[in-house]
């Protein structure tokens, strides 16, 4: 047991030049042993014991050659501590042995060794050994003094251009193989599944791509590589022109940056640009099971590599129509179900269907039936909400326009149906007869929207304003206001009603508005309660407002309690019962009171 109060002298030994080659191995046991006492290990000693060794390994590695003694040296260094020695050159390849008895590799120990010129070929082997998460982390991380490096100091050297490329082939090797032999993962294919709407789990990529973006001169030739270059190809198509839009907006938004133009220019050469057409339609992906899904995933990704880099629209037209027509008639993607679809979800298989369809295909077939999809989509429930007296306590400048129709179907994204119909109609192969015929059926709200917002031909605007309005049909908009408005109308409570009764009341967005502004005002009555979700009612607003009622049906019965109690026992994706029914099942409880 070594005295604690000795470390300081047991460190300056080892640091000391003149300590005899014989004393080695007595002060390397002595900074090594775990510091204990009398009762077992002791704490603060033993931090003691490791400041004094963290000083003293610099020089007690230089000095010490034997296997045994480095090992026992470095099984009580931290990885960042090893990494700094490694980086110095205290700590060799010849110690990776003694260092993986005790720890796996990591990344911040092969990036240190291959600083040195002759441990790059040994950094190199042990890349297979780290998980593929942490790989890119070699590169990402080489410079290991860059927050701490002081002005004036030397830079890091370049990365060695052989543990570039191994890196570089790691990061592009699991998506090279996925390529080769694509599976699905687990649940994919479930209409309702998280990672419907195209193919980025699979094709992400970060670590190849993060690995990519460092050496864009390298482009051309990566995208002809033998092995990677189907790889090279989906990254490039996927990310660049992403990576690079990216880029400009975080220029843009720094306030001591230069003067960034408007439209940066395209990340890829047109030569880059053409080489990459042989992955555009992810040709690889095509035989995978589930034909209907596998056809709106890649449809969707396609269509967003489009959107990346319009130029591809001309430069591949023949070979996006084909493969549009093809993945349309594979997946049966414009087969309509017996039943209307509610659909008016940010992102709607329908609507990303229609604007997909909108950009990628000259059929006009297959484009009338997007248009006959949207036409089936449930009307918008559009809402303008109760005033906000604390909002407009807070805000002088309300906007003007905000309860114009136009601007309320926006606040739900409601306006992306007619959206997508004006993205159709700007097709020219889209059939004019098959968007006049969505015009007729469209809300008066999305009407008013294309005629403030939207951005089509002429013709298209043109068939917008004509669509005949009969003469008693209002805005479409229910409008929810307060009691000092509702007491100006003759029938408050039918007002309530004809809210209860309005399309709001079955859109998951609006519902919630219409329920509140009716529980709140004092005009209502326990029939609009009755119609009202039961949870809307005791969970969402004052429970005082069914405190009343709740204890004039249950009274003194503990059966009619202990049924109210089993009845509110819902889940918010339960079943909904509205509050009369939840009074109509106590009702037909036996009111069996307590006996005592």
């Not at 002081?150 to 082939?169: H, M, N, R, S, W």
């Not at 990672?195 to 050496?215: I, T, V």
């Not at 996927?238 to 990216?246: F, K, M, S, T």
């Not at 939207?454 to 003469?471: I, M, N, R, S, T």
Request: charged share 25%.
């Amino acid at each position: 047991m070594v005295n604690a109060r000795t470390y300081p002298l047991w460190r300056d030994l080892a640091m000391s030049e003149d300590l005899p080659k014989e004393a080695l191995k007595t002060v390397i046991d002595a900074l090594c042993a775990p510091a204990t006492r009398q009762g077992g290990f002791d704490d603060q000693a033993d931090r003691w014991r490791e400041e004094a060794l963290k000083a003293a390994l610099p020089a007690l590695l230089t000095r010490t050659s034997g296997k045994r003694l480095r090992g026992q040296l470095l099984v009580h260094v931290d990885e960042k501590t090893l990494a700094t020695l490694a980086a110095d050159g205290a700590v060799t390849a010849a110690d990776v042995p003694a260092i993986l008895r005790h720890r796996r590799v990591w990344a911040g120990l092969i990036a240190a060794l291959a600083r040195h010129p002759g441990q790059v070929e040994a950094a190199i082997a042990l890349l297979p050994r780290l998980p593929g998460h942490e790989v890119e982390q070699v590169v990402r991380d080489w410079d290991l003094d860059r927050y701490t490096r002081g002005t004036g100091a030397a830079p890091a050297p370049p990365v060695p251009p052989e543990l570039f490329d191994a890196v570089l082939e790691a990061c592009l090797t699991p998506l090279a193989a996925y390529l080769l032999h694509p599976e699905p993962k687990e649940g994919w294919e479930g209409p309702g599944s998280a990672f419907s709407k195209d193919w980025s789990l699979e094709l992400g990529g970060r670590a190849g791509w993060a690995m990519l973006a460092r050496c864009p001169e390298r482009w051309p030739q990566l995208t002809a590589h033998p092995v990677f270059g189907a790889a090279v190809q989906h990254l490039l198509l996927d990310q660049a022109e992403r990576q690079a839009l990216q880029d400009a907006r975080l220029r843009a938004a720094d306030p001591d940056g230069a003067d960034v133009p408007a439209a940066p220019a395209p990340a890829l050469s047109e030569e880059v640009l053409l080489a990459c057409l042989p992955a555009l339609c992810l040709s690889e992906l095509a035989d995978l099971p589930n034909p209907q899904v596998t056809a709106r995933r890649t449809l969707h990704h396609l269509a967003s590599r489009v959107r990346s880099n319009p130029r591809l629209a001309a430069l591949a037209a023949d070979q996006l129509h084909t493969a549009a027509d093809a993945l349309v008639t594979r997946g049966q993607l414009l087969t309509c179900s017996d039943e209307p679809g509610s659909d008016h979800e940010f992102d709607g298989p329908v609507l990303r269907l229609a604007e997909d369809l909108a950009l990628l295909s000259a059929n006009p077939d297959h484009l009338a039936g997007a248009c006959a999809q949207l036409a089936r989509l449930d009307q918008p429930a559009v809402v303008s909400p109760t005033p906000s007296r604390a909002l407009v306590r807070v805000l002088d400048n309300v906007d003007p326009d905000h309860d114009r129709p136009a601007r309320l179907l926006e606040r739900h994204y409601e306006h992306r149906r007619v959206q997508a119909l004006s993205t159709l109609a700007a097709n020219p192969h889209t059939p004019r007869t098959a968007v006049s015929d969505v015009l007729k059926g469209l809300h008066p709200a999305e009407l008013a929207w294309i005629a403030e917002k939207a951005e089509g031909p002429d013709w298209f605007l043109a068939a917008a304003a004509a669509v005949p309005v009969p003469e008693d049909e209002d805005d479409g908009v229910v409008r929810l206001v307060d009691d000092d408005e509702l007491g100006k109308h003759p029938d408050p409570a039918a007002v309530l009603q004809s809210w209860l009764d309005s399309p709001a009341t079955g859109d998951v967005l609006s519902r919630s508005e219409v329920y509140r502004a009716i529980v709140k005002s004092r005009y209502r009555t326990l029939e609009h309660l009755r119609q009202i979700p039961a949870e809307e009612i005791l969970a969402h607003h004052e429970p005082e407002i069914a405190l009343q009622t709740l204890l004039e049906h249950c009274g003194r019965s503990t059966v009619r309690w202990e049924a109210l109690a089993a009845a509110v026992n819902f889940d918010y994706d339960d079943t909904e019962i509205t509050f009369g029914q939840l009074l109509n099942s106590l009702e037909s409880t036996p009111a069996r009171a307590r006996t005592s």
